[in-house]
Nanobody, 123 residues
């Protein structure tokens, strides 16, 4: 059974960069679309971006699309979220998720989730 294991995150200062990883185990990430979501304190979870198995990328969150970059290493079965120039409003729990074929903004469309990782940005 496919599982996603996240790494990265933690406490960073405003303006710094960090990269989150989402590694698959128990199966290969082939045609699955991988998305990143985040949930800020007191807010609902929102989609950040998604990449399909054909490397098509969809950006959902305008506030970060110039700063956050989604990528995948198909040989390593791993997806990444590179976060640049992070700001305090980027604080939240970041999660990766997988679903077969196409991307979706809706979290209910994703069947497999990583465990989530906390990112805290200090000013």
């Amino acid at each position: 059974q496919l599982q996603l294991v996240q790494s990265g995150g933690g406490l960073v200062q405003s303006g710094e960069s960090l990269t989150l990883s989402c590694a698959a185990s128990g199966g290969a990430l082939g045609w699955e679309a991988i998305a990143w979501f985040r949930q800020a304190p007191g807010k609902e979870r929102e989609a950040i971006s998604c990449m399909t198995g054909r490397r098509n990328t969809v950006n959902y969150l305008d506030s970060v699309k110039e700063r956050f970059i989604i990528s995948r290493d198909f040989a390593q079965n791993t997806a990444y979220l590179e976060m640049n120039n992070v700001q305090p409003e980027d604080t939240g729990v970041y999660s990766c998720a997988a679903r077969l074929y196409g991307c979706s903004r809706s979290q209910s469309a994703y069947s497999t989730w990583g465990q989530g990782t906390q990112v805290t940005v200090s000013s």
